[in-house]
Nanobody
């Protein structure tokens, strides 16, 4: 069974940083492109960063230059380093397969809440 466990969110002031983590099980992690998604209240879930198994990356324009996605295939883990956070980054963040022409796996973890506020 596919499982995603996200962690690392919290309350941070504008300009602050967070490092989100996602561990996976039940998938052949090493062959999939992986993505970080977010969903703000009243909005659709959106893909903000993606990374291939060979560590090629892609970012939404809204986070480019501020967020960095990385992965460790041996640990079945993907991270999102979020710097220079803005109030509009406030959302629940999820990981799943994504980006580079792939689709999510249909199963979602509980996500991790990121709140950017002074």
């Amino acid at each position: 069974q596919v499982q995603f466990v996200e962690s690392g969110g919290g309350l941070v002031q504008p300009g602050g940083s967070l490092r989100l983590s996602c561990t996976t099980s039940g998938v052949i992690f090493s062959i999939f492109p992986m993505g970080w998604y977010r969903q703000a209240p009243g909005k659709e879930r959106e893909l903000v960063a993606a990374i291939t198994s060979r560590h090629n990356t892609n970012y939404a324009n809204s986070v480019k230059g501020r967020f960095t996605i990385s992965r460790d295939n041996a640990k079945n883990t993907v991270w999102l380093q979020a710097n220079s956070l803005k109030p509009e980054d406030t959302a629940v963040y999820y990981c799943n397969r994504g980006g580079f022409g792939s689709t999510d796996l249909g199963h979602w973890g509980q996500g991790t809440q990121v709140t950017v506020s002074s």
